[in-house]
C-alpha cells in the first residue's frame, strides 16, 4: 500500500471522537526526504491522500539551527516562513504547525490525537507520577507552548532519550496536551494506541470512574428556543446559533489549547442577561461560547457548527475532569499558556477553518 494511502487509513481511524476533536490532532508520513503532514485545521475523518502537505525535510531543517526573535509575534512569523519555504512546489494548503515535531522523530508515521482518556492523566496533578507507573518506557514533555517552542524542547527530550536508552520513544505524553505514537508499520501505531487505551482504561475501573460523562436530561426545545432568543438580544446578534444539551458539570478553567481553541477559557454560568454578558466580556476579553443555566448547557456561535463544537469542546472538558480524579484532581493550564494561546495567530486560523 502507498504510504500516503496508509496515513490516510490511520488518519481516518484515529479521527474519531474517541480520539480527536473537532479539527484537533495530527498525522504525519514520512521518507527520508520528505514529509507529508495533515493541513492546519482540517478534520482527520475526511483527510484524503492528495490534501497531505509535502514538505521538503532539508528545508524545513532550517529551523532546528535558527536564531529565533525573542518576540513570540516575530518569532512564530519567522517559524511560518520556514514551514512555507519548505512546502513542495507540487503541494498546497497550510502544513500543521506541528510539522516540525513530526519532522524530528524518525519513524516513518506518526498520529497525534488528544483522547479524553488520556487527558484525564495528561490534565491531572499526578499524571507525570502515574506515566511513569504505567508507562514506564514513554517520554513524558511538562507543557510547553505549542510551535516552535514545543518543537525545540521535544527534540532535545527525545535526543536525551535517544542517548539514555538506545532508541526514540515510541510514546510521546505532553501534559495538557495529548499523545504523539510513532512507528514503522500502520499496526505498530495501532498496538501502541491499544495499550494505552487499555492501560488508562483498567486505571479508571479500578478507581470506580467512569469514562462516560454523566448529562442531564435533553431540554425543551421551547426552552431552548427561549434561550436562543435571550442570548441573541444580550449579544446584540439576531443571527447567533446555539446547540443544547442537559446539564453536565462544566470545568473551571482552561484545560488544552483545543479546549481553548473552539469552547474558550471560562463559561458563563448563569442566566445570559445583557449585564451577566457584558460582565463576563469586561473579566474574560470575549464573549462566552457556552453558557449553564436552567438545567441545560448551550454552545453559541456564529454558525450551526460552530456552535455544535463549543458545546462539544466543553463537554469533552467535562469528561477530562471528571477522569482527572483518577491522577489527584485536574490541573488547570496557567495565565500565561491560556493567554499564548488565545493570541496566537495559528489557533486563530484554525478557528476560522470552521464554518
Known amino acids: 500500500m502507498d504510504i500516503l494511502d496508509v496515513i490516510t487509513d490511520l488518519s481516518h481511524e484515529f479521527g474519531t471522537a474517541e480520539y480527536v476533536r473537532a479539527g484537533g490532532g495530527n498525522t504525519s508520513a514520512k521518507t527520508q526526504t520528505t514529509l507529508?503532514?495533515?493541513?492546519?485545521?482540517?478534520?482527520?475523518?475526511?483527510?484524503?491522500?492528495?490534501?497531505?502537505?509535502?514538505?521538503?525535510?532539508?528545508?524545513?531543517?532550517a529551523l532546528y539551527t535558527a536564531n529565533p526573535p525573542s518576540d513570540v509575534a516575530a518569532r512564530e512569523a519567522m517559524v511560518k516562513e520556514l514551514m512555507a519555504q519548505a512546502v513542495?512546489?507540487?503541494?498546497?494548503?497550510?502544513?500543521?504547525?506541528?510539522?516540525?515535531?513530526?519532522?524530528?522523530?524518525?519513524?516513518?508515521y506518526v498520529v497525534h490525537t488528544h483522547p479524553a482518556l488520556v487527558n484525564g492523566m495528561?490534565?491531572?496533578?499526578?499524571?507525570?507520577?502515574?506515566?511513569?507507573?504505567?508507562?514506564?518506557?514513554?517520554?513524558?514533555?511538562?507543557?510547553?507552548d505549542p510551535g516552535y517552542t514545543l518543537c525545540m524542547e521535544v527534540r532535545k527530550a527525545v535526543a536525551d532519550y535517544q542517548a539514555a536508552n538506545g532508541r526514540e520513544p515510541a510514546v510521546i505524553f505532553l501534559k495538557n496536551h495529548g499523545v504523539f505514537a510513532a512507528g514503522e508499520q500502520a499496526d505498530d501505531i495501532r498496538a501502541l494506541y491499544i495499550m494505552v487505551m487499555r492501560t488508562l482504561q483498567r486505571h479508571y475501573a479500578d478507581r470506580s470512574i467512569s469514562c462516560k460523562l454523566p448529562v442531564g436530561p435533553e431540554?425543551?426545545?421551547?426552552?431552548?428556543?427561549?434561550?436562543r432568543e435571550m442570548i441573541r438580544q444580550a449579544f446584540a446578534d439576531p443571527t447567533l446559533c446555539v446547540a443544547a444539551s442537559g446539564a453536565f458539570a462544566l470545568p473551571d478553567?482552561?484545560?488544552?489549547?483545543?479546549?481553548?481553541?473552539?469552547?474558550?477559557?471560562?463559561?458563563?454560568t448563569e442566566k445570559p442577561t445583557p449585564q451577566a454578558v457584558a460582565a463576563f466580556r469586561q473579566k474574560h476579553g470575549y464573549l462566552p461560547q457556552v453558557i449553564a443555566f436552567r438545567a441545560m448547557v448551550l454552545g453559541v456561535?456564529?454558525?450551526?457548527?460552530?456552535?455544535?463544537?463549543?458545546?462539544?469542546?466543553?463537554?469533552?472538558?467535562a469528561l477530562?475532569?471528571?477522569?482527572?480524579?483518577?491522577?489527584?484532581?485536574?490541573?488547570?493550564?496557567?495565565?500565561a499558556a491560556r493567554t499564548f494561546i488565545e493570541n496566537w495567530e495559528v489557533e486563530s486560523y484554525r478557528s476560522r477553518q470552521v464554518q
Open 36 to 61: 507529508w503532514v495533515k493541513p492546519s485545521g482540517t478534520t482527520l475523518a475526511h483527510l484524503k491522500p492528495s490534501d497531505f502537505v509535502a514538505l521538503d525535510r532539508r528545508k524545513l531543517g
Open 88 to 108: 513542495l512546489p507540487s503541494s498546497h494548503g497550510r502544513p500543521s504547525v506541528e510539522a516540525p515535531l513530526h519532522d524530528s522523530l524518525g519513524a516513518r
Open 122 to 144: 495528561t490534565c491531572g496533578k499526578e499524571g507525570k507520577a502515574a506515566c511513569r507507573q504505567y508507562f514506564p518506557q514513554a517520554l513524558w514533555v511538562d507543557y510547553v
Open 219 to 227: 431540554p425543551d426545545p421551547a426552552e431552548v428556543a427561549a434561550a
Open 253 to 268: 478553567g482552561p484545560i488544552s489549547p483545543d479546549h481553548i481553541v473552539y469552547a474558550k477559557s471560562y463559561y458563563l
Open 301 to 317: 456561535g456564529q454558525t450551526a457548527k460552530k456552535a455544535a463544537l463549543a458545546l462539544e469542546l466543553a463537554m469533552d472538558g
Open 320 to 335: 477530562v475532569k471528571q477522569l482527572a480524579e483518577a491522577f489527584g484532581g485536574i490541573d488547570y493550564m496557567t495565565d
